[in-house]
């Protein structure tokens, strides 16, 4: 899509200093230029970071890009250490590339860039059938005649089941729940890169990239035992009955879309000045849209085009109070509800309840919620009903006691897995974590929790984050959840503020 749009305004001043803070963290090299590249075979760029900082920090997860893998650091990063990155390149296009990916680290507000650019003459006879290998040796596995995906036990090397496995890719996401077979085909996936998602109850979640083609025989990947003591490992009995592996169509971006994505990056790209907008055109784009992008925000060109709208207002509600089908998609929310102790203090519970049941008044038989609770484990206390059910989810939205700790991480995890099992296809899907933010979960980290939303976000599930208390830290937190998650960051401190809160964030979501 193209953007025309007229800019104008000042803060010269401003844009100087925004700009000498980007720069007081960067990479070395600035820019990595291959150079003209005969026989391209995806190789590595290899770049450092030092900390300048008299700080820790550390790097925030990125999300799945469909011709860029970048291989960061774990853990953090101490005041004046040099870390290295690494970063593939896929593209099966010749010529001239330019690619720049924003990498955002914690306490720091503004991205570092990672650029790279060359030109590429010819490929390599392997550039489109190796797999690009990051960080680790590949390793060699025994092979079959149909395309699979093994999970394997990392200490004892036991061929698993009862895995969730999602396979983000370039075109449509695939999505198996549960498996009762010990390998996983791949007959409908397509070439490209693709993140892999593996979850098994007891076992830590493990993300992973490999780059699928027609000669690709078999995917192992290698997860390990949870060292929490109350998760249990599931065992689910073998069947001879084929697992079910969904498709997810990704979500098509339409004009508005389209124009609203632009727009932010248009806010970012001259941040501190006044913009003034005159008129907005989309038109077909093609070639690369990294480049093409850029060639709009350099041609910035006035038109007296004005766009026909259709201003005919369409009800929100019905004269039952559901919302109106024809304005509204179908939605598929699963609330996530923290019930630790710090949730009885300033009436909390009461403005979640209250904010909750006037959502429950305005869905539909054929919207979807599902209730999950946290304080000492996670549980489902509503499986995933219809809209129509009610009396049955106000019912248990009124039994929300809050007491115990705060292990929201393991809940945001079965949030997920059950957003994905009731996955709408063009309505909205929705996890809304309620929660005072004091999260202390042991074995979770933040960045897990972040890469956990941007994960789902890639396949159309979107976070809210609705934020109850004072903590600063835990503010800051909920805020950078919901950003990965796509979604909005809700903070309520009055019953006034609770009333419309999550109804109004449900419908701007599911506006078709």
Same mark, same amino acid.
């Given at each position: 899509?193209?953007?025309?749009?007229?800019?104008?305004?000042?803060?010269?001043?401003?844009?100087?200093?925004?700009?000498?803070?980007?720069?007081?963290?960067?990479?070395?090299?600035?820019?990595?230029?291959?150079?003209?590249?005969?026989?391209?075979?995806?190789?590595?760029?290899?770049?450092?970071?030092?900390?300048?900082?008299?700080?820790?920090?550390?790097?925030?997860?990125?999300?799945?890009?469909?011709?860029?893998?970048?291989?960061?650091?774990?853990?953090?990063?101490?005041?004046?250490?040099?870390?290295?990155?690494?970063?593939?390149?896929?593209?099966?296009?010749?010529?001239?590339?330019?690619?720049?990916?924003?990498?955002?680290?914690?306490?720091?507000?503004?991205?570092?860039?990672?650029?790279?650019?060359?030109?590429?003459?010819?490929?390599?006879?392997?550039?489109?059938?190796?797999?690009?290998?990051?960080?680790?040796?590949?390793?060699?596995?025994?092979?079959?005649?149909?395309?699979?995906?093994?999970?394997?036990?990392?200490?004892?090397?036991?061929?698993?089941?009862?895995?969730?496995?999602?396979?983000?890719?370039?075109?449509?996401?695939?999505?198996?729940?549960?498996?009762?077979?010990?390998?996983?085909?791949?007959?409908?996936?397509?070439?490209?890169?693709?993140?892999?998602?593996?979850?098994?109850?007891?076992?830590?979640?493990?993300?992973?990239?490999?780059?699928?083609? =027609?000669? /690709?025989? $078999?995917?192992? &990947? *290698?997860?390990? +035992?949870?060292?929490?003591?109350?998760?249990?490992?599931? !065992?689910?009995?073998?069947?001879?009955?084929?697992?079910?592996?969904?498709?997810?169509?990704?979500? =098509?971006? /339409?004009? $508005?879309?389209? &124009? *609203?994505?632009? +727009?932010?990056?248009?806010?970012?790209?001259?941040?501190? !000045?006044?913009?003034?907008?005159?008129?907005?055109?989309?038109?077909?784009?093609?070639?690369?849209?990294?480049?093409?992008?850029?060639?709009?925000?350099?041609?910035?060109?006035?038109?007296?085009?004005?766009?026909?709208?259709?201003?005919?207002?369409?009800?929100?509600?019905?004269?039952?109070?559901?919302?109106?089908?024809?304005?509204?998609?179908?939605?598929?929310?699963?609330?996530?509800?923290?019930?630790?102790?710090?949730?009885?203090?300033?009436?909390?519970?009461?403005?979640?309840?209250?904010?909750?049941?006037?959502?429950?008044?305005?869905?539909?038989?054929?919207?979807?919620?599902?209730?999950?609770?946290?304080?000492?484990?996670?549980?489902?206390?509503?499986?995933?009903?219809?809209?129509?059910?009610?009396?049955?989810?106000?019912?248990?939205?009124?039994?929300?006691?809050?007491?115990?700790?705060?292990?929201?991480?393991?809940?945001?995890?079965?949030?997920?897995?059950?957003?994905?099992?009731?996955?709408?296809?063009?309505?909205?899907?929705?996890?809304?974590?309620?929660?005072?933010?004091?999260?202390?979960?042991?074995?979770?980290?933040?960045?897990?929790?972040?890469?956990?939303?941007?994960?789902?976000?890639?396949?159309?599930?979107?976070?809210?984050?609705?934020?109850?208390?004072?903590?600063?830290?835990?503010?800051?937190?909920?805020?950078?959840?919901?950003?990965?998650?796509?979604?909005?960051?809700?903070?309520?401190?009055?019953?006034?503020?609770?009333?419309?809160?999550?109804?109004?964030?449900?419908?701007?979501?599911?506006?078709?």
């Amino acid at each position: 899509m193209l953007l025309r749009l007229v800019y104008r305004g000042f803060g010269v001043l401003l844009i100087l200093l925004t700009t000498q803070a980007v720069f007081a963290q960067q990479l070395s090299p600035n820019s990595y230029n291959y150079g003209k590249v005969k026989l391209w075979n995806n190789p590595k760029a290899q770049l450092t970071f030092t900390n300048t900082s008299r700080k820790k920090m550390l790097f925030l997860p990125i999300p799945y890009q469909r011709n860029l893998y970048v291989h960061l650091p774990d853990g953090y990063i101490m005041p004046g250490e040099t870390v290295e990155i690494e970063a593939i390149y896929y593209t099966e296009n010749l010529g001239n590339f330019s690619v720049q990916q924003p990498l955002y680290l914690s306490g720091w507000n503004e991205p570092v860039y990672l650029s790279l650019k060359g030109k590429i003459s010819s490929f390599h006879p392997d550039a489109h059938i190796a797999c690009p290998n990051m960080g680790q040796e590949q390793k060699e596995e025994a092979t079959s005649q149909i395309a699979e995906v093994i999970i394997k036990d990392k200490v004892t090397g036991e061929i698993l089941n009862g895995v969730d496995l999602l396979l983000v890719g370039p075109n449509k996401n695939f999505f198996v729940e549960r498996t009762r077979k010990k390998s996983i085909p791949l007959k409908k996936v397509g070439t490209g890169l693709y993140q892999i998602d593996v979850s098994k109850p007891g076992y830590i979640s493990k993300q992973d990239v490999v780059y699928i083609n =027609k000669t /690709t025989q $078999q995917i192992v &990947i *290698e997860i390990e +035992r949870s060292p929490r003591e109350f998760d249990v490992i599931e !065992k689910v009995p073998e069947s001879e009955v084929p697992d079910e592996i969904v498709e997810i169509d990704k979500p =098509k971006e /339409t004009d $508005q879309d389209a &124009i *609203e994505r632009l +727009r932010k990056k248009m806010d970012e790209k001259f941040k501190g !000045k006044t913009i003034i907008e005159r008129d907005v055109m989309v038109v077909k784009e093609s070639g690369d849209s990294a480049q093409e992008e850029e060639t709009v925000f350099n041609d910035v060109i006035e038109t007296d085009t004005v766009p026909i709208v259709d201003n005919t207002p369409q009800e929100d509600f019905s004269s039952s109070g559901e919302l109106n089908p024809e304005k509204y998609v179908s939605n598929n929310v699963v609330f996530l509800i923290d019930e630790s102790s710090s949730m009885m203090l300033n009436e909390k519970m009461d403005m979640l309840k209250l904010s909750m049941k006037n959502v429950v008044t305005a869905l539909r038989a054929d919207d979807r919620v599902t209730i999950i609770v946290y304080s000492k484990h996670a549980q489902v206390r509503l499986a995933s009903t219809t809209g129509d059910k009610k009396d049955i989810i106000n019912a248990v939205i009124d039994s929300l006691t809050p007491g115990g700790r705060s292990y929201g991480a393991e809940g945001l995890a079965m949030s997920y897995r059950f957003a994905k099992r009731n996955f709408i296809s063009g309505g909205n899907n929705q996890l809304i974590l309620a929660t005072d933010g004091l999260f202390n979960s042991p074995d979770y980290t933040q960045r897990d929790m972040y890469s956990m939303a941007q994960t789902h976000a890639s396949v159309g599930i979107i976070t809210t984050v609705v934020g109850f208390g004072k903590n600063k830290e835990a503010m800051a937190f909920m805020q950078n959840l919901s950003k990965n998650g796509d979604g909005s960051f809700i903070k309520i401190k009055t019953a006034g503020e609770a009333q419309d809160a999550l109804l109004s964030e449900i419908m701007q979501n599911a506006l078709r």
